[in-house]
């Protein structure tokens, strides 16, 4: 069965500084992989995602990601946050067979702190 | 472009009554998928439809849960005899059939609070 870890709950960081949100994901077949945030109370906005092609992919609000398949790993990165980035972040797969749907992490509060 | 839209955004009810989430989404969007978020958690998948057929339910999804997308445009979900358990965000989802974008298109969720 296809699942995805999430490795930190919580991540505080200072603003202005780098931060990196760690997804790990297991599957036997080709998925997709995209990153979503949350702020309270909302529904879910899609950051960035990769489907195929560079493993580099660039997301709205200066976010990026690389996947990596060797590791299974699609890990968000920022060079310089911001307190409006303070939100809860999910990592999310999709299997081509099965419908379509999103399997996510249990998600990395990011607390950005002046 | 609307967006997915979902009614109630709150409801507060008391345990045993029954309670019934209807989402819009996008319209030209044939898929529609619905998940339940707990605190602290991601969301977790409960059924999606194609068009007007329901085509997967989790286990999550109990016999006191039913959703139904009748004409294959809004949908609905009903909870009977609710639970404090079922006290979660219910977010609804859609997507295009076929889209290569990948990607579901969220609503702002409807919270159920059981007292």
């Known amino acids: 069965a296809q699942s995805v870890t999430q490795l930190d709950s919580q991540v505080p960081v200072f603003e202005e500084a780098p931060v990196e949100l760690r997804c790990n994901y297991s599957?036997?077949?080709?998925?997709?992989l995209f990153w979503y945030v949350q702020y309270p109370n909302q529904g879910l906005q899609l950051l960035l995602k990769y489907l195929s092609g560079s493993t580099l992919v660039k997301g709205i609000n200066g976010f990026e990601a690389e996947f990596n398949k060797s590791q299974t790993s699609f890990h968000l990165r920022k060079p310089s946050v911001h307190i409006s980035d303070t939100a809860e972040y999910f990592c999310?797969?999709?299997?081509?067979?099965?419908?379509?749907?999103?399997?996510f992490g249990q998600g990395t509060e990011l607390s950005v702190k002046p | 472009d609307t967006g997915v839209s979902q009614d109630p955004r709150h409801k507060i009810t008391k345990r045993g009554q029954n309670v019934t989430f209807r989402c819009d989404p996008i319209?030209?969007?044939?898929?529609l998928y619905w998940y339940r978020q707990t605190l602290g958690q991601g969301p977790e998948f409960l059924t999606y439809f194609q068009n007007e057929a329901q085509l997967e339910k989790s286990r999550l999804l109990s016999d006191r849960f039913s959703a139904e997308r009748p004409k294959g445009s809004f949908s609905t979900l009903e909870i009977q005899r609710t639970e404090q358990g079922d006290s979660a965000m219910y977010l609804c989802?859609?997507?295009?059939?076929?889209?290569?974008?990948?990607?579901?298109?969220f609503g702002e969720g409807s919270r159920l609070t059981v007292l």
């Open positions: 599957s036997s077949v080709s998925v997709y």
């Open positions: 319209s030209e969007h044939n898929r």
């Open positions: 989802a859609s997507r295009r059939q076929g889209a290569n974008t990948g990607e579901l298109f």
């Open positions: 999310a797969v999709s299997i081509s067979n099965q419908g379509g749907k999103l399997i």
